[in-house]
């Protein structure tokens, strides 16, 4: 059974219909990734799967059960969970408090403080950080918190939008290697959304290709890599 599956997704702003009849699905431990230029529909494709812009027709379903009309809140509690394009980090808030926002449907209390330490050896610079505000951290702080706060949740699968995103090129190198490693030694499953569709490619399993709503291809990630269409329109090869 398919972890994640999408069928015949339609979704619309007010009158504008953005996706059309999407189909994709995500396995149990692979990272998929989903490609496409600006204004192609991947930050809408994310928000109808958590449930914030739910689609017009179609169906989604996280391992076997329908989420398609169910709450976001529900939907987190699940086992999915989103990093948001631009993060969205409380800024007033101290990166601890961040974080305990991110197990707040969490009633676990002992695994939550066990966690919080889980998530501070991953990213040791927030445990640094933990007192002071989240507006206060680097670009790339901030995504790492972002990351953070949603691994709080204990996710079967991260939902990732844009981790790149305005990150010098060094950074981005770290953040997708934290990535590679929430997804090997974790065991989590990886839905990441990207513009640097290189970078993308190289780390995820399989590969979606968006244009104007629609998926135009999909494939093995090295098989999209060495493809002459994508290179030309994505790679910039
Ligand atoms: P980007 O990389 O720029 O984030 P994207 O592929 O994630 O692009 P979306 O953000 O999903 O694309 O946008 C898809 C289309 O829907 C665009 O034409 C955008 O202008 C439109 N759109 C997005 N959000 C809204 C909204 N809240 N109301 C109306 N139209 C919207």
Known sequence: MNMLELRNINTSYGNIQVLHDINLHVEQGEI???????????????????????PRSGEILFNGTSIVWMPPEKIVALGLSQVPEGRHIFPELTVAENLDMGAFLRKDTGRIRQDLEHVYALFPIL????????????????????????????PQLLLLDEPSMGLAPLVTKQIFSIIRK???????????????????????DRGYVLENGRITMHDRAET??????????????
């Open 32 to 54: 998929i990734t989903l490609i496409g230029a600006n204004g192609a529909g991947k930050s809408t494709i994310l928000m109808s799967i958590c449930g914030i812009v739910p």
């Open 127 to 154: 445990a640094e950080r933990r007192h002071q505000p989240g507006g206060n951290l680097s670009g790339g702080e901030q995504q790492m918190l972002a990351i953070s706060r949603a691994l709080m949740a204990r």
């Open 182 to 204: 929430i997804n090997e030694e974790e065991d989590t499953t990886v839905f990441l959304v990207e513009q640097n569709a290189n970078l993308a490619l190289k780390t995820a």
């Open 224 to 237: 999209l890599l060495g493809n002459k269409d994508i290179q030309k329109a994505y790679l910039g090869i």
